[in-house]
């Protein structure tokens, strides 16, 4: 943890047509959610990026050329990255069902592109009341 200096997260490219992320930004800017044990005094680089859309496989070639451009730019190994699944694709929401793609993408960033991988960003607490009502299923 100590050595993660870029927060990559990933949002599923249907969701976002109608979302801006807002929720997702808001929870890293307030150490919230799924970033909840990231120091808030730490100032960490961030981006956000969708998955390209179904099946997810767009999301190899974006996360290897920051791979790539972190490495050539900055010398950054791949360590201090750390890749973060939204909870729109991690969780069933208001959006719809998780996404169905879910273990192909963790395979990918994990194995594939050997990179940290970590999952949800914003928790609702609707989406959370409705989890533990069963009305939600993950
Ligand atoms: S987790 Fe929420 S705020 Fe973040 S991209 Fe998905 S729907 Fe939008
Ligand atoms: S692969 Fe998953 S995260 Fe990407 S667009 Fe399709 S449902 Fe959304």
């Known amino acids: 943890m100590d050595k ?5 997260v990933v949002q599923c490219h249907i969701v976002m047509e109608r979302c801006s992320g807002y929720f997702c ?3 890293f800017h307030e ?3 799924g970033f909840s044990s990231y120091p808030k005094e730490k100032r960490y680089r961030t981006l956000y990026l969708t998955c390209g859309g179904c099946c997810g496989r767009a ?4 996360l290897s050329d ?3 451009m972190t490495k050539k730019q900055e010398n950054m190994d791949k360590e201090h990255i ?10 069933e929401s208001y959006h719809g069902p998780p996404c169905p793609h879910l273990d192909y993408l963790k395979i990918m960033i994990r194995n594939k592109l050997g990179l940290d991988l970590r999952e949800d ?3 609702s607490k609707k989406a959370q009341e409705r ?8």
Not at 4 to 8: L, N, P
Not at 85 to 90: K, N, P, R, V
Not at 131 to 138: A, D, I, K, P, V
Request: proline content about 0%; charged content about 30%.
């Open 131 to 138: 989890r533990q009502t069963g009305l939600y299923r993950t």
């Open 121 to 123: 960003t914003y928790i």
């Open 66 to 68: 920051l791979v790539k």
């Open 31 to 33: 150490r919230t959610g």
């Open 25 to 27: 930004e808001k929870a």
């Open 4 to 8: 993660k200096e870029y927060v990559v």
């Open 59 to 62: 999301l190899h070639r974006k």
């Open 82 to 91: 750390v890749v973060h699944l939204a909870s729109c694709i991690t969780k």
